[in-house]
């Protein structure tokens, strides 16, 4: 077989295999096909299919194949992140400062604690989840951080299919991920910082909000049809330039979104480009990161990480967000759905960890857990919440 041909048959499989369990499987309830397509592409790592049937395996995940694939992934998952950025809208989260800084401050503090403690239980347990070139407190701080992170992307579409994503409750709950959202990647630009390019890297940071500026005044004064064209250029070379300076493409492709307000582009348009993304391009995204797992410690010792990195961010999501409600005064009941939705993981928080394992920081055990830990923790989210909402619009009708 031709390397093309390999190519050709890898693409029916990230498109074919996840969509026919989802289908007929009818999981939509419990995993979206988000999070089958997450699924497959574990299990069709090298830890699981390569380990069971490295012939099949290497058939078709050649290196050469792998690369390819790698280059597709990383331009959808850089549009990806750079529509999540454009989609922010900080100027409702600042009307509301009081309650959604108290709230994501303590929905996004508390997990991190308790996922910090839970990464420094793994070192004391045993070797091997450290990555080459981390420090301990890069990897306390990185693993608890995946612990606290909230994937607005997969929120709305769970709270869309929840039924909640325009009401005023389901605003609310975007409002406080929003927050959390900025701070994943200002947590990220601290743990990635590089000292021998520490000079790089603030003058990154330094000449970005004068180009930022510069690039707003223009994109307005261009017409509708041209913005398109430009804000892609400008992705690209912020993505560059935040790469260059030893922080990573990801920190600039959201940064890159960030400066951008919604309302300059037809909502329509970037509401089907969303989707079109996550249609054609974030499948092979999800198998690019299946294919990076690791089982080096063995079965057992990876899934017992995953659970105890689970326990610790439902414990610490759950009880932040309820130490919030206690001191803003929410109405009964709203702190478990609140908590439980902002524990959604997947998407932002796979490629999070992914920058880590870009950068050395983790092992691929301890990413493969990671990954683990996301997937459930998400799926959890729809199960948990509706029988509560339901119960509390029946009570309200009640009422």
């Known amino acids: 077989m031709t390397d093309t041909e390999r190519f050709l048959i890898a693409l029916a499989i990230i498109f074919g295999l996840p969509y026919a369990i989802w289908r007929l499987g009818r999981t939509d309830y419990w995993a979206p096909l988000v999070v089958v397509q997450i699924i497959t592409g574990i299990v069709l790592g090298p830890g699981l299919l390569g380990a069971a049937f490295p012939a099949c395996y290497h058939a078709v995940f050649e290196p050469r194949v792998v690369q390819a694939l790698n280059g597709v992934a990383w331009w959808g998952v850089m ?4 529509i999540a950025g454009i989609e922010l809208d900080l100027k409702e989260v600042w009307r509301q400062r009081r309650e959604c800084g108290t709230t994501a401050a303590l929905a996004l503090g508390t997990p991190l604690l308790f996922g910090a403690a839970a990464a420094a239980g793994m070192l004391a347990w045993r070797g091997g989840w450290i990555g080459p070139r981390g420090d301990d407190w890069q990897f306390v701080l990185g693993v608890g951080m995946a612990c606290a992170v909230t994937a607005l992307p997969i929120l709305v579409l769970l709270m869309d299919k929840l039924a909640i994503l325009r009401t005023p409750f389901g605003q609310r709950v975007l409002r406080y991920a929003s927050l959390d959202d900025v701070a994943i990647w200002a947590v990220l630009a601290l743990i990635l910082l590089d000292w021998h390019r520490i000079g790089l ?35 690209a070379l912020v993505a560059f330039a935040a790469d260059h300076s030893g ?83 929410w109405t009964k009941g709203d702190a478990w759905r609140i908590g439980w ?16 394992l870009d950068r050395g920081l983790i092992s691929s055990d301890t990413f493969t857990a990671l990954l683990l830990m996301a997937v459930v923790s998400t799926m959890l989210t729809v199960p948990m919440v509706a029988p509560r909402l339901r119960a509390a619009s029946g009570a309200a009708q009640h009422g």
């Open 79 to 82: 549009l990806f992140v750079w």
């Open 201 to 235: 890297q603030l003058t990154f940071l330094l000449l970005f909000f004068p180009a930022a500026w510069l690039f707003r005044r223009l994109l307005r004064a261009l017409p509708a049809a041209d913005r398109w064209y430009v804000a892609l250029v400008w992705l």
């Open 247 to 329: 922080l990573h493409f990801m920190v600039g492709s959201f940064l890159a979104g960030m400066v951008i307000d919604r309302d300059w582009f037809d909502g329509k348009q970037l509401d089907g480009l969303r989707e079109n993304v996550l249609l054609v391009l974030m499948p092979v995204f999800f198998l690019s990161t299946g294919l990076r797992t690791g089982w080096s410690l063995g079965g057992l010792a990876v899934l017992g990480a995953a659970a105890l990195l689970l326990l610790a961010e439902i414990a610490g999501k759950l009880a932040g967000v309820a130490l919030a409600g206690r001191l803003l005064g």
């Open 341 to 356: 939705l902002l524990q959604t993981k997947a998407l932002i928080m796979i490629i999070y960890v992914n920058i880590l």
